[in-house]
């Protein structure tokens, strides 16, 4: 099993961000863990899975609930159970729902691990 991880940074965090910045994986593989930071500020945020194919429709929800990343590394509270196994013909990317106190950045990490 091979783990890693997939990281975002979205300069100046915006709704209208959401769905730019997507990643794909090379073998069928499972997010085990989300968390974010800013430098300032909160940016409410979600990772989504989008079909390869269609990257501009929106997808579903990987965290349960949105995360309110703010200056402290804040981690997603739970993971969607039928949203984990993310397969070579998904994306993930990052949606931004809302932003307070203009944050500069903000920083997305997803570990992941392959199904190998």
Request: charged share 15%.
């Amino acid at each position: 099993i091979r783990r890693y991880e997939i990281n975002f940074s979205l300069r100046a965090p915006a709704v209208a961000s959401s769905g730019l910045d997507q990643a794909a994986v090379s073998d069928n593989s499972t997010v085990q863990f989300i968390s974010c930071s800013t430098n300032q500020g909160t940016a409410t945020i979600n990772v989504e899975a989008r079909v390869f194919s269609s990257p501009n429709n929106a997808g579903a929800d990987i965290c349960t609930a949105d995360i309110v990343c703010d200056v402290d590394n804040q981690a997603c509270g739970g993971l969607v159970a039928g949203q984990i196994a993310i397969t070579t013909s998904e994306i993930i990317t990052p949606t931004v729902t809302s932003v307070s106190g203009a944050p500069d950045v903000v920083r997305i990490h997803v570990a992941m691990k392959d199904d190998l």
